[in-house]
């Protein structure tokens, strides 16, 4: 499993503003949306928690991985397991990423990251 740094967090932030599509940006790989590819690449770096039981994690069962608040209080761990929940509910429920991502959950998450790595908490 790669460890999240302060590096790795700083590569998730930069992949989630490329997959927002700025005018000139490279096309997504093939077959995938601009919020997919960030997902790969965010997992490939840490960014999630591979094993973890996020169906019976709290959080997730009474909806605070969607809670702005919950999002920007959370530590490192915490963070990988929100992160990790909206991830694995893709699978389950395709469209959840974007649905994410226009609610402004992704944001806030990746948000959180960049705090978090600009403070040394990682």
Known sequence: MPELTPDTAREIVALYHRAEREPGAAPPALGMTPVEEFAVGASARGLTEPGFDWMNWAPYQDGRISDP????????????????AHLRLDRFAGGHLEAAEENGILGAVVDRLEQLADSDAL
Request: glycine share 0%.
């Open 69 to 84: 608040e919950f999002i920007a209080s959370a530590d490192a761990t915490t963070l990988r397991r929100i992160a990790t």
